[in-house]
């Protein structure tokens, strides 16, 4: 059986600070890597591509890894912006709201946080959304 490679530490504790931040949220570990989730919707999901594996994420980022990626939602305005940004963005199919990020060494975690706090958004209750300090436009 293929070990399948870890998260960084210092990535799923920095997601960590800024997801568990938001109102009612909780970590798990997914089938791979791990996710935060307001009641039973995923916002934010982690994971290392090693060797090809999973390869619907490795297709997804367009590499066989090693390398980490964050999947999140994202409005409609945002999806094509952010899916054809090109690096560090990518867009995986399996979900028509989703955009994947990689974190790698030069990682903006100002972007990260708005990014995680905008997908808990789309997916929150309106009454926890209203307890969410967020920048105004």
């Not at 800024?18 to 791990?34: F, I, R």
């Not at 594996?53 to 305005?77: C, K, L, N």
Request: with cysteine; hydrophobic share 45%; charged share 20%.
């Amino acid at each position: 059986m293929t070990e399948h490679a870890d998260v960084p530490q210092e990535i799923v504790a920095g997601l960590r600070s800024v997801c568990l931040g938001l109102p009612e949220t909780y970590e798990e570990p997914a089938w791979v890597g791990t996710r935060w989730r307001v009641r039973t919707q995923t916002f934010a999901h982690v994971l290392t591509i090693n060797e090809g594996w999973p390869p619907a994420y490795a297709r997804a980022a367009t590499s066989d890894g090693p390398i980490t990626v964050m999947t999140f939602r994202a409005a409609a305005q945002e999806l094509d912006a952010l899916g054809g940004a090109g690096h560090p963005f990518f867009r995986p199919v399996w979900f028509p709201n989703i955009v994947g990020m990689v974190l790698d060494g030069g990682v903006d975690w100002d972007e990260v946080a708005e990014l995680v706090t905008e997908s808990y958004c789309l997916l929150a209750p309106r009454k926890l959304v209203a307890l969410v300090d967020r920048p105004t436009d």
